[in-house]
């Protein structure tokens, strides 16, 4: 018989009380997620933003959900338009995440330069060398205090070259590369 293995240390307040802020920002920090650009077209204009907070919802009908804070331009132009590209990273995306998360000193205006952009059938803008990217139109927002949980339903899926992901863990972007 093996024993059983340690338990975490609980840091967490008795129940009935809040959790600490910083303990869940800390948290947080340690769920790894995959780096994606969020982006819609509205009157003429592309508008986007970097994202962890994207994952499948259903696959009859197809379904993803991504979550947008509500005082950003993009969840306003996506409410409008209905419309938003999901773009998943690979490595080879670095410098295109950090320049849609605010990271350089390339301006909104310019976020979409130096990339190759299509508009397969919703017209939100789709990376053409994103490792896959959904092309949707909005089917419900639901709107919390701080974030807009959106549900697209996929119209149209591109696929780009294979790659490492790009991923956001503790801070910083990262990859996993496979031996196998």
Not at 44 to 69: E, I, K
């Amino acid at each position: 018989m093996t024993s059983p293995s340690p338990s975490l240390p609980i840091d967490n307040p008795p129940p009935g009380f809040p959790v600490d802020i910083e303990h869940f920002r800390q948290g947080m920090r340690r769920l790894t997620g995959a780096v994606n650009l969020v982006t819609t077209a509205h009157d003429g204009r592309l508008h986007g933003l970097t994202a962890t907070a994207v994952c499948s919802l259903s696959g009859q009908p197809p379904r993803l959900l991504a979550c947008v804070n509500v005082v950003g331009k993009t969840f306003e132009y996506i409410l409008q338009s209905r419309r938003m590209g999901i773009n998943v990273l690979a490595y080879r995306h670095l410098e295109l995440a950090r320049r849609f998360a605010n990271m350089t000193d390339i301006g909104p205006e310019k976020r979409f330069s130096d990339a190759e952009w299509v508009s397969p059938h919703s017209g939100a803008p789709v990376l053409a060398d994103a490792l896959v990217a959904f092309d949707c139109v909005v089917d419900e927002i639901f709107v919390t205090p701080s974030h807009g949980v959106i549900i697209g339903e996929i119209k149209h899926v591109c696929f780009g070259p294979e790659g490492e992901p790009l991923l956001y863990s503790n801070g910083s972007f990262t990859t996993v590369r496979s031996d196998a």
